[in-house]
């Protein structure tokens, strides 16, 4: 499927970007996680964003959403995987499926937990970050699942489905997690393993397995697409808010402080816009060729 804008994170930023964008009659399409899993949801009360004072995170994401979503956003849920710059636009990995967009914005936020020990050693040597891309490979294998977004048990099933034999690692264990999956709390996680993963040791106890599943509701922006400039830790963007690579913008959280929902919205404003122009401005000099 092709898309004029793809935006990657359905937080206030992205979902501000993507109502602007359809403002300018583009194709948009948002992925991320669903809004029960976007941090400002557990926000009880927010109490300075302009004219609606004490109104929960819940609530907001809530409402913008529906506003995106009346003018047209078109929605995928599931994490960006990696983005690839080609010719003509971008690939976008999400789970096991790809998309294409024209131009991209992201609006990714800034909670992507740190890597476990052992994690990037291993990464295609037993450590996955998608159950659906990777789950097929170890039919029949002991494989943990380390559930930290919402739709993590969601995966876990579909690998007990499939024939994993799959344990649960988490906080805490999910309601809809299938109730043949043993469940394991764990909070300091190493992957261990000569050459290949030979097991997950949690808290200090191992559970052998062959593939460790990390589940986490973002990638950060490094990871997703190699190239991008970083300033003090954030995304490198002008006023435009266009990024070091030419057709990326970026918004919200993930290009610095202050970490608040007006500036979100406002940045996604800006990067809706100037995505859009981005397009009209190459596609009219593509025709004058
Ligand atoms: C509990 C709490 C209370 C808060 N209270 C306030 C307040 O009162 N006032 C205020 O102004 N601000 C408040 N904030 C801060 C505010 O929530 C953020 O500044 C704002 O949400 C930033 O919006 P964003 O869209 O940039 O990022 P986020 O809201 O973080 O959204 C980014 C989304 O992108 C997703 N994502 C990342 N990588 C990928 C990927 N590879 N693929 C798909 N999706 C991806 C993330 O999972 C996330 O869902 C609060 C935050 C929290 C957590």
Known sequence: MRYDIIV???????????????????????????????????????????GMPGVSGRELLERFEAHAAALGMERMYGRALNAMPVEDGFLVSVGSEVV???????????????????????????????????????????????????????????????????????????????????????????????GNVSALRVDGEEIPCACVFLLRPSVAPGELLPGLEFRDGYIAVDRNMATSIPGVFAAGDCTGLPLQISKAVGE??????????????????GRNV
């Open 8 to 50: 990657i994170g359905g937080g206030p930023a992205g979902l501000s970007a993507a109502l602007q964008a359809r403002t300018r009659n583009k194709r948009v399409l948002v992925v991320g996680a669903r809004t029960e899993d976007i941090p400002l949801w557990k926000a009880g009360q927010v109490d300075n964003y302009l």
């Open 268 to 285: 996604g404003l800006i990067a809706g816009h100037r995505a859009a122009e981005y397009l009209d401005r190459t596609r009219e000099a």
């Open 100 to 194: 294409e967009g024209d131009a991209l914005i992201l609006a990714t936020g800034t909670a992507h937990g740190a890597k476990y020990p052992g994690e990037a050693e291993h990464l295609g040597m037993g450590v996955s970050y998608c159950a659906t891309c990777d789950g097929m490979f170890y039919r029949g294998r002991d494989v943990v699942v380390v559930g930290q977004s919402a739709e993590a048990p969601e995966e876990a099933n579909y690998l007990h489905g499939l024939g994993c034999k799959v344990t649960y690692v988490a906080k805490t264990r999910p309601d809809t997690l299938d109730e043949a999956i043993p469940f394991r709390r764990g909070v300091k996680l190493e992957v261990v393993g000569e």
